[in-house]
């Protein structure tokens, strides 16, 4: 019997990759064959208006004998719908479904739910819809794979997220989060003034025994209001979050244009969302009004130690964040080239320290939305906190996005944190202090409201089994809100976003002071061995990197870890020579850990490694050829 053959698109528009990715590598395990469109046909579905792109997405269909076409996109619905429409009936058209007599057997699309219900509303219900959530297992049987043909490592089985998912099911069905109370912090001299700091409120908090601090990311943004007004209705919000005393520590979410282009003229420029500040002035009036709460917002993507000294003198900013590798070429939300990005960061941290400020290396993620594995999440947590630490920077605020990728197996998921931390605290001495800083994935959140609130009181338990016999930590929580799959945050979504995390983190603590403790002890020797496992794969390529690349912790080292291959990426979308080394790898979910794959085969320390080195002779030549054009 022929095997269905699948081919996977989404418009170039839309940035998000990883649930495309998902799906190809979960077929792939199975035995199908996946296409995945290249650029030029994504670039066709940006405008399906235009006959020829229609053309060239049905020609692409017939020439590659698709079976099952598959589209993602999650921005607008309105757009998604039109989208949809227009290659369904191009392909109908052309009769390609095998009703007609082609070889087409489905159509599906993966999207928000409002755009799913247009889709099956007005294009047709025969389209198979999936609006997030759905284990790994379901999406398959929805997509007509047999069981038999279903690989067991990839099967969930996650029993320490079942137990925990009731426990959070208990605490938002029964309403225990409703009359949660802000945390009370012991007041001190500088308390909300331009000389707090965050190690002055997390020395303040642990002293009250109100840990952990909660920071989240607020960015409301209208496309139907001016520049103006949109900074006007951000500062009035701040004033409803502060009052409301539930947020410590609030991160504005900036706009693309605010990080690119601060000061400038914005005339004719689209502004795509988040807080459009534009001026000193505008921080200051944000800061002021977000009075006692501390501040923070993104770097910026270019001018970034300037940019780093407005943050510093107009918002007292409570920590830095750079993503060293990120947010240039690579991932296309910023113009510099790599190396040039690399150099401008560290040339930043080094100002930073000056400055005795918190910095917060925005770094591990990054590579795990890019399909890493986790041993490079690892390392690359590892790397960026030394790279501090000789920048001379004295309080590094590690964070740690769980459930990335969203179908890592919980005790994974544990172990993945606890190995990173166990590798960074090791850096920690008299001037080198790390405070942990966790949150829940990006795309973890199931597009149902209230499925999203279980997730949220089950994450935030989670938080507390990193390091399980510590009440003092996770020192930070970064909420992110349970509206994250479906729309922007309000104060009020926060303010009752922040009460189910802080009821999950205090109910799991008092079930387990109880002497309830069989959740976490259940599982602890897996967790425990799966954690040395990843901390001694880490070590040994963290060992050869500062073997074979001179000055590792530099821009020009850093830039040679990332083009020889020694953090691997195998779904960057840059799709440049100069980092083919990085993208050579597949990756896969393994009994609920992210390993790398060649060839469908999973990768030993020593393959890696040595693949790694093999490629440090034209890496160097990279290097070379960069420098001599800078």
């Known amino acids: 019997m022929k095997k269905r053959i699948f081919g996977l698109m989404k418009p170039l528009v839309d940035a998000h990759t990883m649930g495309i990715y998902l799906v190809e590598n979960l077929l792939k395990d199975c035995g199908f064959s996946v296409i995945r469109a290249s650029k030029e046909i994504e670039t066709a579905l940006n405008d399906v208006d235009l006959k020829s792109n229609c053309d060239e997405i049905v020609d692409w269909i017939k020439n590659n004998k698709i079976n099952a076409v598959g589209i993602s996109y999650r921005l607008d619905p309105d757009t998604a719908m039109h989208i949809v429409d227009m290659v369904y009936h191009a392909v109908n058209e052309e009769g390609l479904f095998i009703s007609q007599g082609g070889e087409l057997e489905f159509f599906f699309y993966a999207g928000l739910p409002e755009s799913c219900e247009k889709i099956q509303k007005y294009v047709s219900d025969k389209i198979r819809v999936f609006r997030g959530g759905e284990p790994p297992e379901n999406t398959l049987f929805r997509l007509d794979v047999p ?58 908090a642990l002293e009250s025994g109100s840990l952990p601090l909660i920071r989240a990311h607020f960015g409301p943004f209208s496309i139907n209001k001016s520049r103006q007004e949109n900074v006007d209705d951000f500062i009035d919000q701040c004033r409803v979050i502060a009052k409301s005393g539930y947020l410590d520590i609030l991160s504005i979410g900036s706009s693309q244009l605010t990080q690119e282009a601060f000061g400038e003229d914005w005339e004719g420029r689209i502004n795509g969302g988040g807080v459009p500040v534009n001026s000193e002035y505008e921080y200051r009036c944000i800061k002021e009004a977000a009075r006692p709460m501390l501040v923070r917002t993104y770097a910026g993507t270019k001018g970034i130690r300037e940019l780093a000294r407005v943050h510093e003198e107009s918002l007292n900013i409570s920590w830095h964040a750079l993503s060293l590798w990120w947010f240039d070429e690579l991932d296309g939300r910023g113009p510099n080239r790599l190396l040039d990005n690399l150099e401008e960061h560290i040339d930043t941290i080094k100002f930073i320290a000056s400055c005795d400020r918190a910095f917060e290396a925005n770094v591990p993620h990054h590579f795990a939305f890019r399909g890493c594995d986790d041993v490079t999440y690892v390392a690359a947590g590892y790397l960026s906190a030394k790279l501090a630490k000789e920048c001379g920077i004295r309080t590094f605020i590690l964070q740690n996005m769980l459930n990335t990728p969203k179908h890592l197996w919980g005790i994974q998921d544990l172990a993945k944190a606890r190995a990173m931390l166990n590798l960074v605290r090791e850096l920690e001495d008299d001037s ?49 809100s349970y509206s994250e799959a479906i729309k922007l945050s309000t104060p009020e979504i926060i303010d009752e976003s922040i009460k189910i995390s802080r009821k999950a983190i205090l109910e799991y603590r008092r079930i387990k002071k109880s002497g309830d403790r069989s959740i976490i002890e259940k599982q602890n020797d897996e967790i425990e061995k799966r954690r ?30 990332f083009v020889a291959g020694w953090l691997p990426t195998p779904y960057l979308w840059n799709d440049s020579e100069e980092f083919r080394f990085s993208r050579a790898f ?40 960069r420098q001599v054009l800078i």
């Open 147 to 204: 069981m038999n043909m279903i690989p067991r490592s990839v099967i969930s089985m996650d029993l320490y997220k079942e137990e925990l998912m009731r426990i959070a099911g208990k605490i938002i069905d029964d309403g225990l989060y409703f009359d949660e109370k802000p945390a009370v912090i012991k007041a001190y001299a500088e308390y909300g003034t331009d000389g707090d700091t965050i190690e002055k409120r997390v020395k303040s």
């Open 432 to 480: 080198f202090k790390v405070l942990l800083q966790t949150r829940a994935g990006l795309d973890f959140f199931d597009p149902d409201e209230e499925e999203a609130k279980k997730q949220l009181a089950f994450v935030s338990c989670m938080m507390d089994d990193i390091e399980p016999n510590n009440e003092n930590s996770p020192e930070i929580v970064h909420v992110v």
């Open 532 to 561: 040395e496992r990843l901390e001694k794969s880490a070590r040994f390529r963290i060992k050869n990197m500062e073997d074979y690349i001179e000055n590792l912790y530099s821009a020009s080292g850093l830039y040679l870890a």
């Open 586 to 625: 597949g990756s896969k979910l393994e009994y609920g850990e992210a390993v790398l794959t060649r060839n469908g085969k999973t990768m030993t320390d020593e393959d890696r490694v040595s693949l790694a080195i093999g490629n440090m002779a034209e890496a160097e030549k990279l290097l070379s050829d």
